[in-house]
Structure formats: C-alpha cells, structure tokens
T-cell receptor
Framework: DTGVSQDPRHKITKRGQNVTFRCDPI?????LYWYRQTLGQGPEFLTY????????KSRLLSDRFSAERPKGSFSTLEIQRTEQGDSAMYLC??????????????FGDGTRLSIL | SQQGEEDPQALSIQEGENATMNCSYK?????LQWYRQNSGRGLVHLIL?????REKHSGRLRVTLDTSKKSSSLLITASRAADTASYFC????????????FGGGTRVLVKP
C-alpha cells in the first residue's frame, strides 16, 4: 500500500492556460474522488468515479473542468482556460467497498494550483 | 457547499491539555468522520463513527455523535505538539454516493 499519490505537487501557470493533474489511487480501491480546497476552508466535492464510470459531478465543476479515469485506475483532472478563481488545492481520494460497506477515503497530498 | 460548522474555528492549548472541538451538520447521514490536515498536506483519516453509534474511541481520540442534535465532538486527550493541525469533520450518506461533505475545520495549536 503506497497510498494515494498526486502529481504535480505544485503548479503555477498563467491565466488562460490549460492544466492537467494526475491521481494514482490505492491499487485495489474502486472509488476515486476529486475535491477542491481553498485556503482556510474545508475540501469541497468535485466529482467521483466508480471504476471507470464518472457517477457524479458537482455544480462547482464548470464546463472548463473535465475528469477521466479511462481504465479504472489512475485519474486525470483537466482545467481549460484557467481563471484566477481556480487557484486552490486539488485533492484526490480513493476508497474501497468491503462487505457492502464503504471504507474511509484515503487522501493524497494534493496539487496546489496557483494562477498568475 | 459546506455541510456544517465546526466550533471553535481555532484553538490554542498547552501540551498535555485536552482539546475538544465540535461539528454540526444539516442533513441525515450514514457516517461521520474526522480527518486531520497538517499544513500543505492531504487529509489523514482519524476515526469514523456510524449513524447508529454514539461514541467511539481510538487511542487518545474520543468521538461522540448525537444524531438528534446533528452534532459530533472530537476530544483529543493529553495533547502533544505533534497534534498541531487542522481538524475537519466530514459526513456522508448513501443517497449522496458516499461523497464527503466537510465542515470548515478547527485549527488547533498545541504549544510545547
């Protein structure tokens, strides 16, 4: 169990550029979640996958955001035409289902995005 | 949107003292969880309490849940400087796909 890993840890880019983040969940976890956290606030849900299927997207996820999990393993989150309001920490979490019960989510260390 | 509020927003105590923080939420839940976050890092799961449980212990942590008041408390006993972090409660429900809804967090400073 190597934990949830996210790449990159930090991303600085100019407004209007596209960015892509990657999340590698714990290998046996079938659920993968994306959250966004701004300074001094708790994380807010963006979207989640069960295997490769994206089951829910938050209203926070505008058309500029897209997430994929093509083979049910790693996931990518892309933000197109970034805006200053996109500056935040983007957190990925994964979890498993055991005996029909959802287990606690394990979080990565996040990708901190700064828009200049 | 945030599910609820944590109280206090910030807490400063001396090493060895107990720290208590509270969490309130708005809708029916399946589970309530507490997470810790050190500055610039991800969240670490501390403890999960199910909606049919009232109290749970894990090491120096004690969590209570009162579903009638839609509130929970986290007690850290005999605090250590290493407990300095932000603590978040998070709720989930089957109807919401088990995604987590977080409060705003309590920032705890334990002074050596």
């Amino acid at each position: 169990d190597t934990g949830v890993s996210q790449d990159p840890r930090h991303k600085i880019t100019k407004r209007g550029q596209n960015v892509t983040f990657r999340c590698d969940p714990i290998s046996e976890h079938n659920r993968l979640y994306w959250y966004r956290q701004t300074l001094g606030q708790g994380p807010e849900f963006l979207t989640y996958f069960q295997n490769e299927a994206q089951l829910e997207k938050s209203r926070l996820l505008s058309d500029r955001f897209s997430a994929e999990r093509p083979k049910g393993s790693f996931s990518t989150l892309e933000i197109q035409r970034t805006e200053q309001g996109d500056s935040a920490m983007y957190l990925c979490a994964s979890s498993s289902l055991e005996g029909g019960i959802h287990q606690p989510q394990h979080f990565g260390d996040g990708t901190r995005l700064s828009i200049l | 949107s945030q599910q609820g509020e944590e109280d206090p927003q910030a807490l400063s105590i001396q090493e060895g003292e107990n720290a208590t923080m509270n969490c309130s939420y708005k809708t029916s839940i399946n589970n309530l969880q507490w997470y810790r976050q050190n500055s610039g890092r991800g969240l670490v799961h501390l403890i999960l309490i199910r909606s049919n449980e009232r109290e749970k212990h894990s090491g120096r942590l004690r969590v209570t849940l009162d579903t009638s008041k839609k509130s929970s408390s986290l007690l850290i006993t005999a605090s250590r400087a290493a407990d300095t972090a932000s603590y978040f409660c998070a709720t989930d429900s089957k109807a919401a796909g088990n995604k987590l809804t977080f409060g705003g967090g309590t920032r705890v400073l334990v002074k050596p």
